[in-house]
T-cell receptor, first 115, second 112 residues
């Protein structure tokens, strides 16, 4: 069964360092997302991406964050200068649907720990 | 800003019995609702959804009920099985948008 894969599963970094989280969405999917979950809190929307550009982004997704689809398979989330509060589980998701009503398929997540 | 609320952080149910998980929302623009299940160290997995034009949707052991006037939805699992033990997230969206707003989750434990 096709699945969304994410790497790394866990990354530890120093505050101020750049981090890139990688995702391989399901191959025929068109919409890509990043969500995050800070420990003990809700899963929060960060950004959606379609047709090589950002469709929507939340208030969390400030100038420190960027997304890219550098080739036909990878979808990356970059945090330019990490802060302690960026420590969270980051989930990539994808869907075929043309609307928000489609089922999102989530990856297993990348745990980011900022020291 | 708690647009989607799950007021019960945990629920324990005996195997074979019904599990009822509840969710309330405040944004009347939401017109699509979903339930996701999440096991530790895994991403959320889609379970079942309902459009605001319906009040019930059933899929096997899982049924979602929507009460729009009360801005309330519930997920019924019957019969509950130990493998159902997981965190259940309610989520909602405005169909013209592409983002889901999640509740805080309810940890369901089904006791054998």
């Amino acid at each position: 069964e096709p699945e969304v894969t994410q790497t790394p599963s866990h990354q530890v970094t120093q505050m101020g360092q750049e981090v890139i989280l990688r995702c391989v969405p399901i191959s025929n999917h068109l919409y890509f997302y990043w969500y995050r979950q800070i420990l003990g809190q809700k899963v929060e929307f960060l950004v959606s991406f379609y047709n090589n550009e950002i469709s929507e982004k939340s208030e969390i997704f400030d100038d420190q964050f960027s997304v890219e689809r550098p080739d036909g398979s990878n979808f990356t989330l970059k945090i330019r200068s990490t802060k302690l509060e960026d420590s969270a589980m980051y989930f990539c998701a994808s869907t075929t649907s043309t609307g928000a009503t489609g089922e999102l398929f989530f990856g297993e997540g990348s745990r980011l720990t900022v020291l | 800003d708690q647009q989607v609320k799950q007021n019960s952080p945990s629920l324990s149910v005996q195997e074979g019995r019904i599990s009822i998980l509840n969710c309330d929302y405040t944004n009347s623009m939401f017109d699509y609702f979903l339930w996701y299940k999440k096991y530790p160290a895994e991403g959320p997995t889609f379970l079942i959804s309902i459009s605001s034009i319906k009040d019930k949707n059933e899929d096997g052991r899982f049924t979602v009920f929507l009460n729009k006037s009360a801005k309330h939805l519930s997920l019924h699992i019957v019969p509950s099985q130990p493998g159902d033990s997981a965190v259940y997230f309610c989520a909602a969206s405005v169909s013209s948008a592409r983002q889901l707003t999640f509740g805080s989750g309810t940890q369901l434990t089904v006791l054998p």
